[in-house]
Nanobody, 114 residues
């Protein structure tokens, strides 16, 4: 499975961005797909995931502001980020999980400015 993330950039606080992650290869093994992020000097943390049944899971810090969705026909997952805060600045990594293996895409940088 290969994951290609896109959509990062610079945005002012309070603004919005949408990240995309396109999966390719043996996508049928994916049970769960979503996003993690890593801020400078911090560990990589969960942002949001969505299962093959459409069950979503969000970090408390983004609930009510971020929305994850998937387009199965395009093998693509989206992260709509609204009301962005300075603390959302991080490298965002696309993530997918099968029964046995975790997959990671390259990161995309999101910078929120004041």
């Amino acid at each position: 499975v290969q994951l290609q993330a896109s959509g990062g950039g610079l945005v002012q606080a309070g603004g919005s961005l949408r990240l995309s992650c396109a999966a390719s290869g043996s996508t049928f093994v994916i049970n769960r797909i979503g996003w993690y992020r890593q801020a400078p000097g911090k560990q990589r943390d969960l942002v949001a995931t969505i299962s093959s049944l459409g069950i979503t899971n969000y970090a408390d810090s983004v609930k009510g502001r971020f929305g994850i969705s998937r387009d199965n026909a395009k093998n693509t997952v989206y992260l709509q980020m609204n009301s962005l805060e300075l603390e959302d600045t991080a490298i965002y990594y696309c993530y997918a999980a099968s029964n046995y293996v975790d997959y990671w895409g390259q990161g995309t940088l999101v910078t929120v400015s004041s």
